[in-house]
């Protein structure tokens, strides 16, 4: 059974940093792209960022380039996502999803499974 | 960025009628060399993370019933609910990743009228 685990959301200041991460098991998950996409309370879905299977290849919301890293250790079946300069606007669920392996392109396509988030809020 | 539009916002139906949401998107998402559409739905109930629905614009996703469905070409989709049942109360939400960049329509929220 697939199963993502997201950790690490909590309440940061502005200006503050966080590190989420996502445990993934059964599946292989070297095998495939991953991706963080968020939700703002009461408000749509997001993709913030996708990582290649062999984490040299990144991709990136416009909204968080040059913030957010993506990076993942296969070793460990563990996606992450190193949030630097947070602001108010990131407060969200952040989600981890597993690429479906449409092989679409060089970036992630479509979320066949996903975790069940991490709350992360930006407030003094 | 490629921006993907739904309508309506919300939409109630009787049970065992039909509900339409529409998807635009801002450029075509038609992939001419396979011909395929890179256009995604997804179903989102409260409390729940997204449930992928239908890929390639009309392709059903394992298990999911046959009730629903996908279909359009290039910048205008569309997903029928062809039965509305009580479980099927969700927010519906369109997805291109013809862009690496990949982006969510605003999503429809469907209810029980």
């Known amino acids: 059974e697939v199963q993502l685990v997201e950790s690490g959301g909590g309440l940061v200041q502005p200006g503050g940093s966080l590190r989420l991460s996502c445990e993934a098991s059964g599946f292989t998950f070297s095998s495939y792209v991953m991706s963080w996409v968020r939700q703002a309370p009461g408000k749509g879905l997001e993709w913030v960022a996708a990582?290649?299977?062999?984490?040299?290849?990144?991709y990136y919301a416009d909204s968080v380039k040059g913030r957010f890293t993506i990076s993942r250790d296969n070793s460990k079946n563990t996606l992450y996502l190193q949030m630097n300069s947070l602001r108010a606007e990131d407060t969200a669920l952040y989600y981890c999803?597993?690429?479906?392996?449409?092989?679409?392109?060089?970036?992630?396509?479509?979320?066949?499974?996903w975790g069940q988030g991490t709350l992360v809020t930006v407030s003094p | 960025d490629i921006v993907m539009t739904q309508s309506p916002d919300s939409l109630a139906v009787s049970l065992g009628e039909r509900a339409t949401i529409n998807c635009k998107s801002s450029r075509s998402v038609l992939y001419r060399s396979n011909n395929k559409n890179y256009l995604a739905w997804y179903q989102q109930k409260p409390g729940q993370p997204p449930k992928l629905l239908i890929y390639?614009?009309?392709t059903r996703e394992s298990g999911v019933p046959d009730r629903f469905s996908g279909s359009g070409s290039g910048t205008d989709f569309t997903l029928t609910i062809s039965s509305l049942q009580a479980e099927d109360v969700a927010v519906y939400y369109c997805q291109q990743y013809y862009s690496t960049s990949v982006t969510f329509g605003p999503g429809t929220k469907v209810d029980i009228k």
């Open positions: 390639w614009a009309s």
């Open positions: 990582i290649s299977d062999s984490g040299t290849g990144t």
């Open positions: 999803a597993k690429d479906q392996g449409l092989h679409c392109g060089s970036g992630w396509c479509t979320g066949d499974y």
